[in-house]
């Protein structure tokens, strides 16, 4: 491979930029030159991060007064973009394609790049500035629906599908079906003279980008993500659980989300099927801790963030099942990270759950969306009509989404320009 400085820009340094941060560091490792952009500054194991503030705007004194009392100013650049949203269901979010960031290309890791490798940008870059500015070849690796629509993450949560969201609405009937023709005519003006080659990481994300308005006009590759399946193993159930201080015996379903309280993940959907189930099933969940449910369920035991990998393994070794009740999902990283530790994955039926899910074998996949189904799915294990070998889950973990598999495929991606 060609020596190259590879520059990834991402929004955050947490939850599901850890894939992101596994393709850095592995790059670093095999002695290549790569650095990492980003607002966040939560984890400290990032390696060559470097921390870009965000343009703050020119606020007076009454401006900053109406912020801390939590009011909308008309004056202010972001707040007009919030108010233009107000009302609309917008499910998993919504942003803009235009911030005030306009100095990204200007930062001088960003001139001694060769390659830029955009991931989550939301919040961050200035569409039309940035690719105006970017003469440099680009990679953006999918991780949801917004690089590809007018502003909504996903449809779900919505009132589109996601073949409208991929076009321009027709006919407009309200103001958010303006706004969102208005914006993805802004991104593919934006990127139109961009030299881009498209990551998907699951096969229905790659066809829906590549019928998009704003991005199928790009080469688009089909890239899963991929874990380091040396540090995600199997380890002893009954250290697992002492670590985390769970009950030795019993069923313990594990479920992972960086963010705990976002109704779309399924934690709540989770909690209440334990109105089904017996009353000694525990649960371990791993994420930012949310008071309400701690306080009434008590068999939910809340790890808060976890940030190493060798416990985020020990925490999926804990369990008898995975559980990932999430509505909509671009692949499902956790789902790969439980089954390299030989645990099998209860999911919803989901762009991810679909392709790395093989049903009854490496997990389940429930018929309906519902919580009854999930605790039927889960019954199903408890009283071992349904039995899982650990041992055949792991072995497809590894041979479908070792990190080398990952790697290799940017690897070629990057000596392709």
Excluded at 70 to 79: I, R, V, W
Excluded at 195 to 219: D, Q, R, Y
Excluded at 221 to 227: E, M, N, S, V
Excluded at 301 to 309: A, C, H, L, M, Q
């Amino acid at each position: 491979m060609k020596k190259l400085k590879i520059l990834h820009i991402s929004t955050f340094d947490r939850g599901g930029a850890s894939a992101v941060i596994r393709l850095h560091h592995y790059l670093l490792k095999k002695g290549l030159e790569s650095d990492y952009l980003t607002i966040d500054d939560f984890n400290k194991n990032v390696l060559r991060k470097h921390i870009y503030k965000p343009i703050s705007e020119k606020n007076t004194f009454m401006d900053r007064i109406k912020s801390k009392l939590g009011l909308k100013n008309p004056h202010s650049f972001y707040d007009q973009q919030g108010i233009q949203i107000e009302g609309y269901p917008l499910g998993y979010g919504f942003t803009f394609p235009q911030t005030l960031n306009k100095d990204i290309c200007k930062l001088p890791i960003f001139k001694q790049a060769d390659i830029i490798h955009l991931h989550w940008v939301n919040k961050m870059i200035d569409y039309p500035s940035f690719f105006d500015e970017c003469k440099k070849p680009i990679v953006w690796t999918l991780h949801d629906m917004h690089p590809f629509t007018g502003g909504l993450y996903y449809s779900i949560g919505t009132n589109y599908t996601e073949n409208q969201l991929v076009k321009y609405i027709t006919p407009e009937t309200n103001s958010l079906d303006k706004l969102l023709n208005q914006h993805t005519k802004i991104k593919a003006k934006a990127v139109e003279n961009s030299k881009i080659e498209v990551a998907a990481t699951s096969s229905m994300m790659k066809k829906l980008s590549e019928n998009s308005v704003i991005l199928g006009k790009f080469k688009h590759h089909l890239i899963p993500l991929g874990i380091d399946t040396d540090i995600f193993r199997p380890y002893s159930k009954k250290l697992a659980r002492n670590v985390f201080g769970l009950k030795e015996h019993g069923m313990v379903l594990v479920f992972v989300s960086a963010q705990v309280d976002n109704r779309f993940k399924g934690l709540s959907a989770l909690t209440e099927s334990l109105r089904y189930l017996p009353a000694d099933i525990q649960i371990l969940a791993v994420g930012n801790e949310s008071k309400n449910l701690q306080d009434s369920h008590r068999n939910i035991k809340f790890t808060g963030t976890i940030y190493d990998e060798r416990l985020m393994a020990l925490a999926y070794s804990a369990g008898d099942l995975f559980v990932t009740p999430s509505l909509q999902e671009a692949f499902g990283q956790t789902t790969i990270e439980a089954q390299a530790c030989g645990v099998p994955v209860l999911a919803f039926q989901t762009w991810g759950s679909a392709d790395l899910v093989e049903n009854r074998r490496t997990g389940m996949i429930t018929k309906e969306t519902t919580v009854e189904a999930l605790a039927e799915n889960i019954l199903d294990v408890h009283a071992g009509k349904i039995v899982f070998d650990s041992q055949y889950i792991r072995e497809q973990a590894v041979e479908k989404y070792d990190l080398t598999n990952y790697i290799s495929g940017y690897l070629k991606l990057y000596d392709s320009f």
